[in-house]
């Protein structure tokens, strides 16, 4: 439930409200607007109807249900979009950010060359898999902490920061030490365990939408980390199972649009695992900002043909500079001397 302060409000009167949410063994979360504050009474004792009779305390304007099962993710709750603040870079902003690299962190070279190229053209952000989720135990599982130095040295180079996903609660501590921003993957995102991990770490989280997830269960995985305590978390489509074979999944962007609509948290797509195809991820990085995605998560590597994961779906160093180019995102070249 929300209780709506009038505008003209006292602290004493919020903080009354505040105390009573939590006598009725409610969270009390509070949201200070411009204008008002809105306190949002979440939990799930029994004593909703105690909130209910708030309505006519003093300095209270109206007391309204969440509609929705997810509440602290919710625009019901919180109007204004929440940005999240990765080292500096800012998403939900307004402008496109652009996270870029490797699915695997492969080597030493291979994740300098990517990272230096990908700054050159404009990425906001470094990306790269140490620790990878593999359909296939006998494909490569990722180099773990060698990675985490090489993205380290990667980013001390370029200034990007650096996002990378944690596959399991054990790799929390190591991964929130290296990353600027820990992944939680797209076939973890119901990990319940390792969200509630992640709520208590410092680090924002990037919590991929689940191929066989729905919006609202996706909403209420991230609701996890909300209620936990991080609300530095950044939703990331990145594409569903369908009937569809013709692509390796079906990215969901009618998702980007709703999530906007249903939620405050920024939203990325993820064009390079949403189909699978190097060909695409130019029309759709095009469509996914036209839906209102606050950024792209795109694969690239030096050499794709040489890619030990997700070749097919990665864009080579000039493709991506051609990538950022026609999305208006590359930096403007220099004038050449006359
Ligand atoms: C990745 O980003 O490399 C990855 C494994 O993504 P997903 O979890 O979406 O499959
Ligand atoms: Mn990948």
Not at 269 to 285: C, E, K, W
Request: overall charge negative; aromatic content about 4%; charged content about 20%.
């Amino acid at each position: 439930m929300i209780v709506n302060m009038s505008t003209n409000a006292t602290p004493d009167e919020i903080d009354h409200i505040i105390e009573r949410i939590k006598e009725c063994g409610f969270q009390a979360h509070v949201v200070q607007g411009a204008e008002r504050t809105i306190i949002g009474a979440i939990g799930s004792s029994g004593r909703r109807s105690e909130i209910e009779a708030l309505r006519a305390a003093p300095g209270v304007d109206e007391v309204i249900q969440i509609s929705h099962p997810f509440k602290l993710v919710s625009r019901q709750l919180r109007q204004a979009r929440t940005v999240v603040d990765v080292r500096g870079k800012k998403i939900g902003a307004g402008d496109v950010v652009v996270i870029a690299g490797p699915c695997s962190v492969e080597s030493e070279a291979q994740l300098l060359e990517t990272a230096h190229a990908v700054k050159a053209s404009g990425a906001s952000m470094l990306r790269g898999g140490a620790y990878k989720p593999r359909t296939s135990p006998y494909d490569f599982q990722g180099l773990g902490v060698e990675a985490l130095r090489f993205l380290q040295k990667a980013s001390s180079e370029t200034g990007l920061p650096i996002v990378t996903e944690v596959m399991s609660e054990a790799d929390v501590e190591i991964v929130e030490e290296y990353a600027d921003m820990m992944q939680v993957g797209a076939r973890n995102m119901q990990n319940f365990s390792l969200l509630r991990k992640l709520a208590l770490v410092s680090k924002p989280v990037l919590l991929k939408r689940g191929p066989s997830a729905t919006v609202k269960e996706w909403l209420l995985a991230a609701e996890y980390l909300l209620a936990g305590g991080n609300t530095n978390v950044v939703l990331c489509e990145r594409g569903i199972k369908t009937f569809e074979t013709a692509t390796r999944n079906t990215l969901d962007l009618a998702a980007v649009a709703l999530v906007k609509e249903l939620s405050h948290l920024p939203v990325l797509a993820d064009p390079s695992h949403g189909t699978g195809m190097r060909s695409l991820i130019t029309p759709m990085s095009k469509a996914a900002v036209a839906a209102g995605a606050d950024g792209l998560l795109i694969e690239v590597h030096p050499c794709p043909e040489r890619a030990l994961s997700d070749g097919p779906q990665s864009l080579d160093l000039q493709g991506f500079q051609e990538l950022m180019e026609s999305l208006g995102q590359a930096p403007a070249r220099e004038a050449k001397a006359a």
